[in-house]
């Protein structure tokens, strides 16, 4: 299969690469890793008159710790992110998120702010972020703006970044001690979509309750979900089996999946309950350093 | 449209090509270098045939354009036999039986080539991690990992 035709630019730096993004508008497209673009324009389900090569701009692949925040740059790829002992050390659910997304040789070249920015509510990564409480920066024509990841996600395949805008760098505060994270995917064979995946980032206080939790799904509805009441049942809750449960029925409440070759709704919500318990029991476990 | 004007090496072999900006590296190497052995079979990134090496790392060369391997290095199975002589993981796939239709062997051998680069002893798991983007319909994997294996032993071996 071949793209319709495009005009393809190199640019070597963020400046160059804004100022093509916003000379063309609409008709651009950022081509990252290019695991989810190039399959897109040749299935033809998407069009671009441009795509704006990234690659060749250096300094946007980094995953690096700052003043208590895990920074990834935009252009991180999928497996640096897999190989990369800080964050198995701080944040252990981003290394489960990155190794179960497509297969290792998409994850050679796919990226980290592609899996974001494509706005794909089956993308693996945006779960996780919310759980995480990520923020993701964008570099545009008027410099850099911070975005919390609870407003990124505005719709399917729509993400609040403008034309002219790259998500440059992500942010994540690293969690505090006795933290743990886990990410649960269900997929029916390497390479797939998750049938449903939970993503759970908890902190446990002195007496081993749970002082936050930050719960999401993937490909549980339009956008990435973020299950609110079932984070807020846990806070003050000891961890157990009963916990875990309560807070898995209130997330499958919260998703709004569509039947496809995966399941049927009620089949996919049921998964997305399950999961949601074991990401919260691995996600502890984690924590208390089992 | 605009074409560019690339240059990279394909094989340790200095080439170059003016391509339109939509040409995929796949058709680049199979069409305008006639280098056949890379083979197309999904092509929309699930089958993993097309597997070559882009400055040594596996990637689907369906879904890489050819303007963005321009100055880089590109390894094809072409380019794994040296002077007449099999590279280790051919061998192993003709000693252990690691094919029967041959389509998926190019990516499946390139897959093994990349892991034996980085890891010398892998077990199982890890040859089977290794060609999880790979597919073969024929063989059940199992003689492919036995070809793996027999190369990271003749590799070890040198």
């Known amino acids: 299969m071949i793209p319709s035709q495009f005009d393809y630019h190199a640019p070597t730096t963020l400046a160059e690469a804004v100022a093509l993004l916003s000379r063309f508008g609409e008709g651009a497209k950022v081509l990252s890793g290019g695991q989810s673009l190039l399959p897109l324009l040749k299935l033809r389900l998407g069009t671009a008159e441009h795509l704006v090569d990234i690659g060749r701009i250096p300094g946007l692949e980094y995953i690096k710790e700052e003043g208590g925040v895990l920074k990834i740059g935009g252009r991180t790829r999928e497996s640096a992110l897999e190989q990369s002992e800080l964050v198995k050390a701080k944040a252990p659910i981003l290394h489960d998120t990155a190794r179960v997304i497509a297969d290792p040789l998409v994850r050679n070249l796919a990226t980290v702010g592609g899996n974001l920015a494509h706005g794909d509510p089956g993308n693996d990564h945006p779960a996780t972020m919310l759980a995480l409480d990520a923020q993701v920066v964008a570099t545009g024509p008027s410099g850099e703006r911070v975005i919390p990841i609870d407003q990124f996600f505005v719709g399917l395949f729509t993400t609040a970044l403008r034309p002219g805008e790259i998500l440059t760098e992500i942010r994540i505060p690293v969690p505090p001690p006795h933290s743990g994270g886990a990410y649960v995917k269900l997929e029916r064979k390497v390479g797939d979509y998750a049938t449903a995946a939970a993503a759970a980032q908890v902190a446990l206080g002195p007496n081993g309750a749970f002082v936050k939790a930050g719960i999401a799904l993937t490909n549980a509805g339009p956008t990435p979900v973020r299950c609110t009441k079932a984070q807020q049942f846990l806070v003050g809750k000891r961890p157990s089996d009963n916990s875990f449960a309560e807070a898995g029925r209130l997330a499958a409440e919260a998703c709004s999946p569509s039947a496809d070759r995966r399941g049927a709704v009620d089949y996919k919500r049921e998964m997305a309950r399950v999961l949601t318990g074991r990401a919260l029991k691995a996600a502890v476990q984690r924590a208390e350093g089992r | ?158």
């Open chain 2, 1 to 158: 449209m605009a074409t560019h004007r690339i240059e990279l090496s394909v094989n340790g072999a200095k080439q170059s090509a003016e391509v339109p900006s939509r040409l995929l590296l796949v058709h680049l190497l199979r069409e305008n270098l006639r280098l056949t052995g890379t083979h197309i079979g999904c092509d929309t990134t699930h089958c993993g045939a097309c597997t070559v090496l882009l400055d040594g790392t596996p990637v689907k060369s369906c879904t890489v354009l050819a303007v963005q391997a321009d100055g880089r290095e590109v390894t094809t199975v072409e380019g794994l036999e040296k002077d007449g002589k099999l590279h280790p993981i051919q061998e192993g796939f003709w000693e252990k039986h690691g094919l029967q239709c041959g389509y998926c062997t190019p990516g499946m051998m390139l897959s093994g080539c990349a892991l034996l680069a980085r890891n010398k002893s892998p077990s199982e798991a890890e040859i089977r991690e290794a060609i999880s983007g790979n597919l073969c319909r024929c063989t059940g994997y199992v003689n492919i990992v036995k070809a793996i294996e027999y190369a990271a032993e003749k590799m070890r071996e040198r």
